[in-house]
């Protein structure tokens, strides 16, 4: 399909564990951000991506969470030393252009991590 | 980005028109609501936005009060498959890439 594609849709890891989840955007979206969703509550915004590089990672919540995106299109969320308080629902969206006001968010379906 | 208030949740019956409120009283000038859905298991979808006139697509329509302190969304003809969590957000321009969720609007449709 033509949509955002995340792997893998779940993922469970032991607790300390290194893991990475992966997002394909829409082809020819340059701006892509990553999103966390725990049960109950609405997405929270971790960073954006602007072609390859990250134009804003304050929603990151601490330096064991990093992203990449060296080629500008595809982008890895790495996890390092997990923790059970990490367990959610990793969203990725892409958009075309700046992302800017008139232009809409494309999601994916997610990739739901399990830290036990 | 201004805060919105939206109802916990809403039913409403299959075939009917679904308003769905939203309270953003602190917007500013140049600030867009957005609305977006969120089905079961699924990532966001977009649904519609505007800045201060009423907007129709095929989707939804938005409408917006003349203060801009509210919005209504409305589904026209809701079906089992809009059952999902809505989500209302204001949208400033200085963080034009960034999507504010709250907690959203659980609505059900019911047969």
């Known amino acids: 399909g033509a949509g955002v594609s995340q792997t893998p849709s779940n993922k469970v890891t032991e607790k300390g564990k290194y893991v990475e989840l992966r997002c394909d955007p829409i082809s020819g979206h340059t701006a892509l951000y990553w999103y966390r969703q725990s049960l109950g509550q609405g997405p929270e915004f971790l960073i954006y991506f602007q072609g390859t590089g990250a134009a804003d990672d304050s929603g990151l919540p601490n330096d064991r969470f990093f992203a990449v995106r060296p080629e500008g299109s595809v982008s890895t969320l790495k996890i390092q030393r997990t923790e059970r308080g990490d367990s959610a629902v990793y969203l990725c969206a892409s958009s075309p252009g700046t992302g800017g006001m008139n232009t809409e968010a494309f999601f994916g379906q997610g990739t739901r991590l399990t830290v036990v | 980005d201004a805060k919105t208030t939206q109802p916990t949740s809403m039913d409403c019956a299959e075939g009917r028109a679904a308003n769905l409120p939203c309270n953003h009283s602190?917007?500013?000038?140049?600030?867009?609501v957005y609305w977006y859905r969120q089905i079961h298991s699924q990532g966001p979808q977009y649904i519609i936005h505007g800045l201060k006139n009423n907007e129709t697509n095929e989707m939804a329509s938005l409408i917006i009060t003349e203060d801009r302190k509210s919005s209504t969304l409305i589904l026209p003809h809701a079906t089992l498959r809009d059952t999902a969590v809505y989500y209302c957000i204001v949208r400033a321009r200085s963080n034009d890439y960034k999507l504010s969720f709250g907690a959203g609007t659980t609505v059900t449709v019911r047969a």
């Open positions: 602190t917007i500013s000038g140049n600030e867009y």
